[in-house]
């Protein structure tokens, strides 16, 4: 009998079933690396807003430059290779450390205030699960915020994507199997249109649609620090010939310059079973290798030098 996909409510958190919560979350974790959150703290209202204004964006500024491309590569011909190829438009907002939202000039004001007010209650969301992470590894609170702080604080973007309908699904992925290489990743999915999917036990599973939840997923760098306890999965969109799939993923990374390895309280008397490695550098390989297992990405790491800056010494 196939296990249910885990869904956790926070609001259990403050009462009597706290307990059983952040035992539903250390098994999602263990044996997932994928979980969806209700009564997250992100208002309905908001979250209704972003949708609405993100697919009238879409619909307004990007749909038929995509129908142009999409077409063009499909009709290149049967012998046309479109496995390296995603069936998604999308754009990238960056909040942090810089914003890059003025680089977007058909996003209109209001848009960007809904978008600006989301990443902000998705950043207190991704803290809060750090933490709650810590809590179940037995890490000191803020640990898992401190590692991936560096010099300048955490990177956090947010990855805008459609899934429109395609007419050879057979063909194409929306997007293709991979793991994500950061920290963790807060998903706003569309709840009328499917789509994503992870492998667990040699199949892919359905990530199941839910009106206003998030959906949370564990990147490389936990996987990492956490010396493999928790595992990056891997996941992918599938193209769908009917409907048109909204896609929000929200990325809360270490900083580039942030050292990463297993935390030691983790590694115990065992080996440690990962590298210690820059993020900048892992992410240099990563977007050469995205689509490859991550394996020999961790392999590659262990060969790095990591260089230091010494201070001045004070005349």
Not at 141 to 146: D, F, I, R, S, T
Request: hydrophobic share 35%; charged share 25%.
């Amino acid at each position: 009998m196939a296990c249910s996909f885990p869904v956790l409510d926070l609001e259990k958190l403050r009462g009597e079933e706290r307990e059983q919560t952040m035992d539903l979350l250390r098994d999602a974790c263990e044996k997932w690396g994928f979980f969806e959150l209700l009564n997250h703290g992100i208002s309905h209202e908001l979250m209704d807003e972003v949708e609405r204004r993100t697919k009238a964006h879409y619909e307004q500024c990007r749909e038929q430059k995509f129908k142009q491309l999409a077409c063009k590569a499909l009709k290149s011909g049967p012998g046309t290779d479109v496995t390296d190829m995603d069936w998604e438009s999308t754009f990238f907002l960056r909040h942090l450390p810089v914003s890059n939202m003025s680089d977007f000039p058909d996003m209109d004001e209001e848009y960007r205030k809904a978008m600006r007010e989301f990443a902000t209650g998705l950043k207190k969301l991704a803290e809060r699960l750090l933490d709650l992470l810590c809590e179940n590894l037995g890490l000191e609170e803020g640990y898992l915020k401190n590692a991936f702080y560096g010099s300048k604080g955490p990177n956090f973007g947010t990855k805008v994507s459609n899934y429109p309908p395609c007419p050879r699904p057979e063909l194409i992925h929306g997007l293709r199997a991979h793991t994500d290489a950061g920290g963790i990743i807060l998903l706003f999915q569309d709840d009328r249109v499917s789509g994503l999917q992870l492998f667990k036990d040699g199949q892919w599973i359905d990530v199941p649609p839910m009106h206003h939840s998030i959906v949370v997923n564990l990147g490389d760098q936990l996987e990492v620090i956490t010396n493999g306890k928790y595992k990056s999965v891997l996941h992918r969109v599938v193209a769908r010939s009917d409907g048109n799939r909204m896609s929000i993923a929200s990325f809360y990374n270490p900083s580039g310059d942030a050292v990463i390895y297993p935390a030691p309280s983790l590694v115990q008397k065992e080996a440690e079973a990962y590298p210690r490695f820059v993020f900048e550098d892992y992410m240099k390989l990563y977007v050469t290798q995205k689509f490859q297992a991550k394996q020999p990405r961790f392999e590659a790491m262990k060969a790095t030098v990591i260089v230091t800056r010494q201070p001045t010494p004070t005349p």
